[in-house]
């Protein structure tokens, strides 16, 4: 049942919550910001390939007024704690105690080299992100946080500019060098929709999710432990493009490169950054494969796909874990689901789905009996839905 925010009547308790927590003394705001999980795609988005995430409905919710002084206050409800930020000297720094306020300060940093005007405000947030599960609780609250610094009196950019503003801030400022996609995903979401994003020129189509099949995220709850080892990952793959383009002229990134250049090549590369360019090639073509099978409505392909990912992850990316594994392994036994694969940055966090209406009871039954049994960790199990991007809720 909705209501005439958009919302479920969850969604309404948690904005009216929010409202009340924030006591406003003058006219206020109310913005979310959804999560994504990755249909398929994993590290391809820095590499400047393909990647098809959905924008899902674990989201940021922000109630905020603006004030007129350069700062923001911004309460975390889930964590019951207040941080601030001024705008006057905003500029990166080395952090070896990064927190969340340091994304929104971030955002900001961002706005201000990007030439927007910026506007301090006060705000309450509540998330239904998981934090450090893979399902981008760090971009639903960049992009939240977007809509409380923007100026009403300018315009706000393009969902995909606003996008590669935040993920400045990200990589700049916080000092993760992620690539685009969770942004873009959290920016420009479509209702019912996977988002088949092109890294290199920054634009998306939306290719809609068959009718019949549900979403189903399974977080392994073991903590994430991708440290160093996401920037890693993105050196080896720098050094890949570097080595090959020495002899290809033409080599720009990694999208530039396919199976037969790779193998004509490989003599060049060191064993392990070899490992990681088969993995972001193959991969590459798995998206474009995956639309394809979205498209026809082509179950067994989907399997197929979603198993040759996570084989990938696990054996030439090494970004998968022994949970991860041990959730997909368990989710293909299960009549009716199609695919299964991890998702996210890896070491740790999420599994994704695809499964037939009706199977999602019968997922979690197996996953709560069998995860706990090989793990000994209580895991989450919680389908999703496709949802839109980022923005204003209108209040009444």
């Given at each position: 049942?909705?209501?005439?925010?958009?919302?479920?009547?969850?969604?309404?308790?948690?904005?009216?919550?929010?409202?009340?927590?924030?006591?406003?003394?003058?006219?206020?705001?109310?913005?979310?910001?959804?999560?994504?999980?990755?249909?398929?795609?994993?590290?391809?988005?820095?590499?400047?390939?393909?990647?098809?995430?959905?924008?899902?409905?674990?989201?940021?919710?922000?109630?905020?007024?603006?004030?007129?002084?350069?700062?923001?206050?911004?309460?975390?409800?889930?964590?019951?704690?207040?941080?601030?930020?001024?705008?006057?000297?905003?500029?990166?720094?080395?952090?070896?105690?990064?927190?969340?306020?340091?994304?929104?300060?971030?955002?900001?940093?961002?706005?201000?080299?990007?030439?927007?005007?910026?506007?301090?405000?006060?705000?309450?947030?509540?998330?239904?992100?998981?934090?450090?599960?893979?399902?981008?609780?760090?971009?639903a609250l960049e992009l939240a946080s977007s809509l409380a610094l923007?100026?009403?009196?300018?315009?706000?950019?393009?969902?995909?500019?606003?996008?590669?503003?935040?993920?400045?801030?990200?990589?700049?400022?916080?000092?993760?060098?992620?690539?685009?996609?969770?942004?873009?995903?959290?920016?420009?979401?479509?209702?019912?929709?996977?988002?088949?994003?092109?890294?290199?020129?920054?634009?998306?189509?939306?290719?809609?999710?068959?009718?019949?099949?549900?979403?189903?995220?399974?977080?392994?709850?073991?903590?994430?432990?991708?440290?160093?080892?996401?920037?890693?990952?993105?050196?080896?793959?720098?050094?890949?493009?570097?080595?090959?383009?020495?002899?290809?002229?033409?080599?720009?990134?990694?999208?530039d490169v396919d199976e037969a250049m790779l193998a004509r090549n490989?003599?060049?590369?060191?064993?392990v950054v070899g490992r990681r360019c088969e993995h972001i090639v193959?991969?590459?073509?798995?998206?474009?494969?995956?639309?394809?099978?979205?498209?026809?409505?082509?179950?067994?392909?989907?399997?197929?796909?979603?198993?040759?990912?996570?084989?990938?992850?696990?054996?030439?990316?090494?970004?998968?874990?022994?949970?991860?594994?041990?959730?997909?392994?368990?989710?293909?036994?299960?009549?009716?689901?199609?695919?299964?694969?991890?998702?996210?940055?890896?070491?740790?966090?999420?599994?994704?789905?695809?499964?037939?209406?009706?199977?999602?009871?019968?997922?979690?039954?197996?996953?709560?009996?069998?995860?706990?049994?090989?793990?000994?960790?209580?895991?989450?199990?919680?389908?999703?839905?496709?949802?839109?991007?980022?923005?204003?809720?209108?209040?009444?």
């Amino acid at each position: 049942m909705s209501d005439e925010r958009g919302g479920s009547p969850s969604a309404t308790a948690r904005a009216d919550a929010l409202l009340t927590q924030l006591n406003a003394s003058g006219p206020v705001h109310l913005g979310r910001a959804p999560g994504r999980v990755n249909l398929i795609g994993e590290h391809t988005d820095y590499n400047l390939g393909f990647v098809l995430p959905v924008a899902i409905d674990r989201e940021i919710w922000m109630a905020f007024e603006p004030w007129d002084r350069p700062a923001v206050e911004l309460t975390s409800v889930e964590l019951n704690e207040t941080r601030t930020f001024t705008f006057d000297g905003l500029a990166p720094k080395a952090r070896s105690d990064t927190t969340w306020i340091d994304y929104v300060a971030g955002t900001a940093w961002a706005m201000i080299q990007a030439g927007l005007p910026v506007r301090g405000f006060r705000g309450v947030l509540d998330s239904t992100v998981p934090v450090g599960s893979g399902l981008s609780s760090s971009a639903a609250l960049e992009l939240a946080s977007s809509l409380a610094l923007g100026d009403p009196m300018t315009a706000r950019p393009p969902a995909p500019r606003m996008a590669a503003i935040a993920q400045h801030g990200e990589n700049a400022y916080v000092g993760v060098n992620c690539g685009i996609m969770d942004q873009f995903a959290s920016a420009a979401g479509v209702a019912g929709h996977a988002l088949l994003i092109d890294c290199r020129t920054n634009t998306a189509t939306s290719t809609p999710m068959p009718p019949g099949l549900s979403l189903v995220v399974c977080d392994t709850r073991s903590p994430r432990r991708l440290g160093d080892e996401y920037n890693t990952r993105r050196a080896e793959c720098e050094l890949g493009v570097k080595l090959i383009a020495e002899r290809e002229p033409g080599v720009k990134s990694l999208r530039d490169v396919d199976e037969a250049m790779l193998a004509r090549n490989r003599d060049r590369l060191p064993e392990v950054v070899g490992r990681r360019c088969e993995h972001i090639v193959a991969e590459d073509a798995r998206v474009m494969a995956t639309v394809a099978a979205l498209r026809d409505g082509d179950l067994k392909a989907l399997g197929r796909l979603f198993a040759a990912s996570h084989a990938s992850m696990r054996d030439l990316f090494e970004i998968s874990s022994p949970e991860l594994d041990a959730m997909v392994e368990i989710a293909v036994t299960v009549p009716g689901v199609v695919a299964s694969r991890m998702t996210g940055g890896g070491f740790g966090g999420c599994t994704v789905s695809l499964v037939t209406h009706g199977t999602e009871p019968a997922l979690r039954e197996a996953v709560m009996r069998e995860y706990k049994a090989r793990t000994g960790l209580t895991p989450e199990v919680y389908a999703v839905t496709a949802v839109d991007g980022a923005g204003e809720i209108p209040l009444p």
